[in-house]
Every structure is written in structure tokens, then in C-alpha cells.
């Protein structure tokens, strides 16, 4: 099993910048990273994802070149590095994790997950 708390959200304007982390505890030895959110009437749609070595991280198109998913293993953390928010940015954003070194953009495929926290951008 894998426990997964987030933080790091918040209120903030168009244009800030936030750092959501994700602290991890139980048999976390070789699980992939992601970061989901979820808008109001939305699904829950894949931002950013890294391998178990930290050596490839996936994002989806509507954050590349604003976000940066990040992980240090022996401190058995994770973090987005959100630059440039937007309104659209605003979700609760969740930390995941699933038991292989490789990232997929399902959340079917993540057996772990976080509590959320919250990012609100106003414009």
C-alpha cells in the first residue's frame, strides 16, 4: 500500500505561480508518478507524469512549457511546478501513484491516490 497527501494549493491570480507537493509513505519502491485534476463538471483529466527513476516526464498539452512534475525518491516526494496559472488551471488536483516504473495518461491505471487539494486561479 501507498499513502499519498498533497499540498500546496491555493488561491492565487492569472499569471502566478504555485508548487503543489505530494508526500508519500508505505511501499513506494518503483511506482510511477502523476499529477490528475479535476474541474467542476469535468473528469478527471491527466497534467503530468513521471517515471520511477525521474528520468521522463510526460505532460499533457494544455500545461507543456508551464508545468514541471518533479521527484526526489529517497525524500519520497513529488511536486508540480505550476508557472503562468490561468483560470482554466483551476481543479483540485490530485497525486497518484501506480505499482510500475512506467507512466500511462489513464487514471484506471493508478491504484494510489491523494485526498486532492485544491488551485483556484482568478483572472
Known amino acids: 500500500q501507498v499513502q499519498l497527501v498533497e499540498s500546496g494549493g491555493g488561491l492565487v491570480q492569472a499569471g502566478d505561480s504555485l508548487r503543489l507537493s505530494c508526500a508519500a509513505s508505505g511501499r513506494t519502491f518503483g511506482n510511477a508518478a502523476g499529477w490528475f485534476r479535476q474541474a467542476p463538471g469535468k473528469e478527471r483529466e491527466f497534467v503530468a507524469g513521471i517515471t520511477w527513476s525521474g528520468g521522463i516526464a510526460y505532460y499533457s498539452d494544455f500545461v507543456k512549457g508551464r508545468f514541471t512534475i518533479s521527484r526526489d525518491n529517497a525524500k519520497n516526494m513529488v511536486w508540480l511546478q505550476m508557472n503562468s496559472l490561468e483560470p482554466e488551471d483551476t481543479a483540485i488536483y490530485y497525486c497518484?501513484?501506480?505499482?510500475?516504473?512506467?507512466?500511462?495518461?489513464?487514471?484506471?491505471?493508478?491504484?494510489?491516490w491523494g485526498q486532492g487539494t485544491r488551485v483556484t486561479v482568478s483572472a
Open positions: 497518484a501513484a501506480r505499482p510500475e516504473f512506467a507512466v500511462v495518461t489513464s487514471a484506471l491505471e493508478y491504484a494510489y
